[in-house]
């Protein structure tokens, strides 16, 4: 984990001192200032997990100064250190946000405490954040069940991805698992005791997204009657995932691109930078590489962010991990609701393999829910599924949209999982040479591996 950066707020040299060396000593990073002025411009321009700060100071005392760095952020402890020990500042300081109250001559080791209760209470209030931005509770997931060849590169690469610190960008149809995915890749990071936050840049204004993303200053504009801290700031020291990235406003790329790339951005309505410390994992479900070349997305940003890719194949192209896969999704729906294990026919796995799965695990996840609500029996059968109602497959499988390269993969990939895998009968009944069909598989599997 990384280190936590205190600002020692203090005009006594000896006492900084014997604070930053005490500190340092214990792994923390400390950064010192000697009034309220100096204090407010580092807290302005960094992200501190805590701040000790002497009652007294030059140019005013810390009841001019908390109210002050509380509107800058107000989720970071702030420990008073005072000689003054009267109870009427006590409560003044508490009701002002201070976190605690220490008082001179100082018990360094009695500090360390301290200081160490305000940084797990803080990094727990993190989390709670993080949690309460998703739309829904979070069970992990595994993202890697079966035994194809394609699940097992993705977890290949996978692993290899979550020990590094770079930007991530996942690909893959909708429905594929990429969110799963990403929040799999958190948390076997390095930042797995941090939070990790997700927004879905898709159907917002650019408005919107800068300030969730940014955050803005008290009076930034009409209706920002306090500051707010945005994603980027919150999920400090964490993760920040973007969903769709492929729909942000061309005008937001270059400020992503520079928090990227100096760790450092704005809130809306200041004028002063702030450190911040994110690892990106950004998934879309579009081709990037051509909405570079239509100038829908910056060519910068998509070098900066693509350094590792993956792409998340879809369940066509595994159908061999579908009956396992099924298994376990009807194994967590039966446990949600309370019932019975409920097993699918060998006739209702064939079904489930052949479907060319548009919609991919979401939909694999509807179908699935539908037979179950209709079967009274402990065994879903060929005929308890139906495909027919499912909205993806009611976009005609998304074919009218595909290339004619994509369609001619699509149709041969779907041949194939009709003839169990099979590519003598596949290429009989596509009428086309063996050698012929095992060049085009060939190709395509060399095409997924390049994503
Ligand atoms: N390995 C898995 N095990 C169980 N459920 C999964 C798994 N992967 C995905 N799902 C479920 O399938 C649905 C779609 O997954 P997810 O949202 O991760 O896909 P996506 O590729 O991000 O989709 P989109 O492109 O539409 O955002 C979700 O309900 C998710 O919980």
């Given at each position: 984990m990384a280190k936590a950066k205190i600002l020692v707020v203090d005009d006594d040299e000896i006492i900084l001192f014997a604070i930053r060396d005490f500190l340092e000593l214990h792994g923390f990073i400390v950064d010192e200032a000697e009034t309220c002025a100096e204090a407010e411009i580092r807290y302005r321009a960094d992200v501190y997990d805590a701040v000790t700060l002497d009652y007294s100071l030059p140019d005013g005392n810390a009841i001019d100064l908390l109210p002050k760095l509380k509107a800058i952020d107000a989720r970071v402890p702030i420990i008073l250190l005072t000689a003054h020990g009267s109870i009427e500042l006590v409560v003044r300081a508490i009701q002002l946000g201070a976190e605690q109250f220490l008082v001179k001559p100082l018990d360094l080791p009695a500090l360390l405490v301290v200081l160490e209760r305000a940084l797990e209470n803080q990094q727990n209030r993190r989390k709670q954040l993080a949690r309460e931005s998703l739309d829904q509770p979070q069970r992990a997931v595994d993202p890697f069940i079966g035994h194809s060849a394609a699940i097992h590169r993705l977890e290949e690469q996978s692993r290899l991805a979550a020990a590094t610190e770079s930007p991530i960008l996942i690909q893959g149809e909708t429905g594929t698992g990429k969110s799963e995915l990403a929040r799999w890749l958190h948390r076997n990071s390095s930042r797995a005791s941090e939070p990790m936050l997700e927004l879905n840049c898709g159907g917002f204004s650019k408005d919107f997204l800068e300030t969730e993303l940014f955050g803005h200053e008290k009076g930034a504009?009409?209706?920002?009657?306090?500051?707010?801290?945005?994603?980027?700031?919150?999920?400090?020291?964490?993760?920040?995932?973007?969903?769709?990235?492929?729909?942000?406003?061309?005008?937001?790329?270059?400020?992503?691109?520079?928090?990227?790339?100096?760790?450092?951005?704005?809130?809306?309505?200041?004028?002063?930078?702030?450190?911040?410390?994110?690892?990106?994992?950004?998934?879309?479900?579009?081709?990037?590489?051509?909405?570079?070349?239509?100038?829908?997305?910056?060519?910068?940003?998509?070098?900066?962010?693509?350094?590792?890719?993956?792409?998340?194949?879809?369940?066509?192209?595994?159908?061999?991990?579908?009956?396992?896969?099924?298994?376990?999704?009807?194994?967590?729906l039966t446990a949600d609701c309370g019932r019975e294990t409920v097993h699918l026919t060998q006739a209702a796995l064939t079904k489930l393999q052949r479907h060319t799965w548009p919609g991919n695990i979401r939909e694999l996840r509807n179908v699935l829910e539908r037979a179950l609500m209709g079967a009274v029996a402990a065994v879903i059968d060929a005929e308890d599924l139906d495909f027919a109602s499912s909205p993806e497959s009611q976009k005609k499988n998304g074919l009218s949209s595909m290339t004619l390269k994509e369609l001619e993969r699509h149709f041969i990939i779907q041949v194939l999982n009709e003839e169990g895998g099979h590519v003598d009968r596949a290429a009989k009944r596509l009428d086309i040479p063996r050698s012929t069909l095992y060049q085009k598989l060939k190709t395509y599997g060399a095409e997924s591996s390049r994503f």
């Open positions: 504009f009409t209706g920002a009657v306090s500051a707010k801290i945005g994603l980027l700031e919150a999920a400090h020291r964490g993760t920040v995932f973007l969903d769709e990235i492929g729909d942000m406003d061309v005008q937001l790329q270059p400020k992503i691109l520079k928090a990227l790339e100096e760790k450092r951005f704005r809130r809306l309505g200041s004028v002063q930078d702030r450190k911040v410390d994110f690892r990106l994992i950004a998934a879309t479900h579009q081709k990037l590489d051509r909405l570079v070349q239509e100038q829908l997305f910056r060519s910068d940003l998509f070098y900066r962010i693509s350094a590792i890719q993956i792409y998340v194949p879809p369940l066509r192209e595994r159908a061999a991990d579908i009956p396992s896969f099924a298994q376990m999704l009807l194994n967590r």
